[in-house]
């Protein structure tokens, strides 16, 4: 079970606290699990300005109080069931095994029913090998689809049911 008192805040990047998410970081042997380039976030910051699948790219800092703990982005098609991903999520070296991880995704969660009633499902893809990851997106409820995307497990969280 999940910290109750555990309080996170995802607050979207901006250009006043862009900074702060590149000065996120892993730890060396996770960063092949969340991107090809360090800063992490830094690929992700790009894509939300490119927009490369053509769809909202949207990254939020994952905030413990006015500390920036992690990041995550969301991207996802306006109006869907399903076509919603995260993407990018990682805790920062300095604040993993403390519960912020799995409380932003149940923050995610939380909003994505409040802002996009639509949305039935959260899906994401995660590296085989990345069992710390696995186990935690288990934990909150996600399941594994038995499905690869570009080489990654796919899971899914259920929504609004």
């Given amino acids: 079970m999940l910290n109750p008192?555990?309080?996170v805040s995802l607050q979207e990047v901006t250009r006043a606290n862009w900074r702060d998410a590149l000065a996120l970081g892993v730890h060396p042997a996770q960063q092949r699990f969340?991107?090809?380039?360090?800063?992490p976030a830094a690929i992700a910051l790009a894509k939300a300005y490119v927009r490369p699948s053509?769809?909202?790219v949207v990254p939020f800092g994952i905030y413990a109080g006015i500390a920036m703990v992690g990041f995550l982005v969301l991207a996802y098609e306006p109006g869907s069931e399903e076509?919603?991903?995260l993407s990018h999520f990682f805790v920062?070296?300095?604040y993993q095994g403390q519960g912020y991880g799995g409380r932003a995704l149940e923050t995610l969660a939380r909003k994505l029913e409040a802002e996009h009633p639509s949305c039935r499902?959260?899906?994401?893809?995660v590296h085989a090998e990345n069992q710390r990851a696995r186990r935690l997106y288990e934990k909150v409820?996600?399941?594994e689809l038995r499905a690869l995307s570009d080489g990654e497990h796919v899971y899914r969280l259920r929504l609004g049911t």
């Fill in 5 to 7: 008192r555990l309080e």
């Fill in 34 to 39: 969340v991107a090809d380039v360090e800063p």
């Fill in 54 to 56: 053509g769809i909202p």
């Fill in 83 to 85: 076509n919603y991903w």
């Fill in 92 to 94: 920062d070296r300095r």
């Fill in 121 to 125: 499902a959260l899906q994401l893809t």
């Fill in 141 to 143: 409820g996600f399941t």
